[in-house]
DNA sequence: CGTGGTCATATGTCTTGGACAATATAAGGA
DNA sequence: TCCTTATATTGTCCAAGACATATGACCACG
């Protein structure tokens, strides 16, 4: 085992080993492998036994290579291409909007790196809206306008986390505060594996809340058997998942179908996000949410149909 | 590609392959392969095309076997013991099988489902205990409690995932709660790719806060070369990584080492968490943080050192 | 013109058995 | 008791082959 701290110290150059590769592009050994046997690249340099030794450029060329395939990509047409190639490729993709001016100012903020200030601008635009309008508008035009601009590498990966775990804490703070009556529905919450965006989920958990619903939130990546074990546990009224664009809409639908046939009927099946916004229909017994609008008129249409009880 | 999804849903009978069960236990698909191979454990069945198919018995004795190898043990020696051997090890390892009498109410109520009652119960530990104490005491005593439950097979999948969705909400309604910065370092606060474990960073993050420090959270999963990035764009003077007990010590201190040699001098580079806490000696100019006392300690340090500027 | 089905290709993950570096343990000597 | 050296253990890497799934192209049908 070549530890990478040897390898930068034996030869001042920075050279890394498949598995830093692996953590550092999220890319599998046996991709790296599979993509130098078929393609030519990468094609690192071995060490005394064989190993492979990555150098930087390799690294970067790696990591513009994973963000073309994430937006569609295959990686056989683009993999020969050179680094500056890709770069335009990744900077022509999106033309360069500006955001809308309501949140250019929280942007900027952003984007020079005012930490504090961005917090308050964001504080402050929650209080000034209300929780709903802030979610449904300032949070959900924030979340598009950033995923665009990451997928364009407009943006620094740092920032985009920095962005992250701030909505989070003004999401989970506006939650926690509300009070926690329970007139509406159960509803568990969360996603299945593979599927790691947590701030759609934060949102319709924001959502719920506000509109009297009693949330049971499990996070991202609950596998589905756990998810069914739970059900029970927590005597769940509505299952809903969330799915961004990260995960097919095949996939969706299918994990949705599943979850459906593994339910009593008596429990509803509800599936939102970016990945089933073009869907047109889903199995039978599950509902597909669109908006947040959709999402509100669910919670009133089961509030109506379970008046009687 | 056979996804995790499909082997669970297609038979009612769980079964995992080989890539479910390196997500699920931490133990690489190589591991996996050579303990089979050596010691003959575990011998999963095949599938139509020779694919190994681990059984949920299977998962349970390697969450068991990695929690003692995590304690210290040699996999050699404790490998081909039962399942009921191993957790009587675990169990044996620690004497109170009871949770302490001050957490024991909160626990209960996680297990017997009682969101609301849950939440309020570390809602009113926060409130009569203040910040830091409930941080570095309930926090962490629960985390701990939870962990080895969570490993021995004693607490549901969903309960853990429930667990850990209210505490950091309460953590970030905390930190969020704190006056802006006072005079201590900048401290950027963030894990490498492939350690996910969020509530450690953000106890951190509580506790530095509530001292005084101003903290640039990433969140989990940032690359090296996007920390380096960061430190500049944040002028920072403080990188500090957490490392759960998920990483081995040897990853973590590479990582740690790596990191070092990509910043300028005058940044301080810290790192804690469980995979850290046995570690004899860390890279020189890194600095190991084995409890929060070390963490405040640190920073009282820095504050001495860098007065006269 | 859109919708759905079939086929070919592209791509990622799994397989085996061998090799060896890193780590832990045991043994020896100051 | 501490340090050094030898030995055993253990995890990671390699190679090339195989194949399931995803994707894209083509075609037929309403």
Chains 1, 2 share one sequence.
Not at 174 to 190: D, Y
């Amino acid at each position: 085992m070549t530890t990478i701290l040897d390898s930068e110290i034996d030869s001042q150059a920075a050279f890394y080993n498949i598995a830093a590769v692996e953590r550092d592009t999220g890319l599998s050994k046996d991709t790296l492998r599979v993509w130098e046997r078929r393609y030519g690249f990468p094609k690192p340099q071995r060490d005394q036994h064989d190993e492979r030794l990555y150098s930087l450029p390799d690294l970067e060329k790696l990591r513009l290579l994973r963000l073309l395939i994430d937006y569609g990509h295959r990686p056989g047409k683009i993999i020969n291409r050179s680094t500056a190639e890709l770069s335009q490729m990744i900077s022509a993709r999106t033309p360069e909007k500006s955001p809308p001016p309501e949140l250019a100012a929280i942007i900027d903020l952003l984007l020079q790196h005012d930490v504090e200030r961005f917090r308050n601008a964001l504080l402050q635009a929650l209080m000034k809206q209300g929780l709903l309008r802030f979610v449904t508008e300032t949070v959900a035009g924030l979340n598009h306008w950033i995923g665009e601009a990451w997928l364009a590498g407009r943006i620094a990966v740092f920032d985009e986390h920095l962005y992250s775990e701030h909505i989070q804490n003004i999401l989970r703070n506006a939650i926690i505060a509300q009070p926690g009556r329970g007139s509406g529905p159960r509803v568990l919450l969360t996603s299945l594996p593979g599927e790691k965006h947590r701030i759609g989920l934060l949102m319709v958990e924001a959502v719920l809340t506000a509109e009297g619903a009693a949330c049971v939130a499990l996070g991202t990546e609950t596998p589905i058997i756990d998810i069914k074990n739970a059900v029970p546990a927590y005597r769940v009224d509505v299952v809903a998942l969330s799915f961004s664009s990260a995960i097919t809409q095949t996939a969706a639908l299918a994990g949705l179908a599943e979850l459906r046939t593994l339910l009593p009927a008596a429990v509803e099946v509800w599936g939102g996000g970016g990945a089933l916004a073009r869907a047109r229909k889903a199995a039978p017994g599950v509902l597909l949410l669109r908006s947040f609008d959709d999402l509100r008129y669910a919670l009133e249409r089961w509030r109506v149909e379970n008046a009687q009880r």
